[in-house]
């Protein structure tokens, strides 16, 4: 299978790379980070600034699935990422007919008193759901861990 890795040189990003290519699937790498993947098939872009649908078409043209694993943090642009970039991702999956989408969220982000990343990433979320996709969202807690 070939899979579309949003995130994919960050560390969550990173371990399921690892995870999936020793299962023999083909992974495409998106990050902003021209340096993090010289030996990968790596696509560098800045979600943040990619929010028109049109520039993602030739980027999942040819996949069978996406995993969004990108995130951004306090003084990063979290809107841009998390949604405004995110959602131009999602129509273009929708429109080049790429079915399948795992997002990576985060835990707590349906409370009272939102922060501001769990609100973007509420947002992101909604953007995803309102696809005609086959979508999971994935909320883990806080994730620990050494770069792969």
């Known amino acids: 299978m070939r899979i579309l890795l949003v995130g994919g040189t960050g560390l969550v990003g990173s371990?399921?790379?690892?995870?999936?290519?020793?299962?023999?699937h083909e992974c495409v790498l998106v990050s902003r980070h021209p340096d993090a993947a010289p030996d990968t098939q790596h696509?560098?872009?800045d979600v943040?600034?990619?929010?028109?649908?049109?520039?993602?078409?030739g980027i999942v043209a040819g996949v069978d699935a996406v995993i969004n694993a990108a995130g951004a943090l306090?003084?990063?642009?979290?809107?841009?990422?998390?949604?405004?970039?995110?959602?131009?991702?999602?129509?273009?999956?929708e429109s080049?007919?790429?079915?399948?989408?795992?997002?990576?969220?985060?835990i707590g982000i349906d409370?009272?008193?939102p922060t501001d990343f769990s609100r973007s990433k509420r947002d992101g979320e909604a953007a995803l759901m309102a696809r005609d996709?086959?979508?999971?969202?994935?909320?883990?807690?806080?994730v620990v861990g050494r770069p792969v």
């Not at 306090?74 to 999956?93: E, I």
């Open 43 to 45: 696509v560098i872009l």
């Open 74 to 93: 306090q003084g990063q642009n979290m809107q841009g990422v998390h949604v405004a970039g995110s959602a131009a991702l999602y129509t273009a999956c």
């Open 133 to 142: 996709l086959d979508w999971v969202v994935l909320r883990p807690s806080v």
């Open 96 to 106: 080049a007919g790429v079915r399948r989408v795992i997002l990576f969220s985060a």
């Open 15 to 24: 371990a399921i790379d690892a995870r999936l290519s020793t299962e023999g």
């Open 111 to 113: 409370r009272d008193a």
């Open 48 to 57: 943040a600034r990619t929010t028109d649908a049109a520039k993602w078409k």
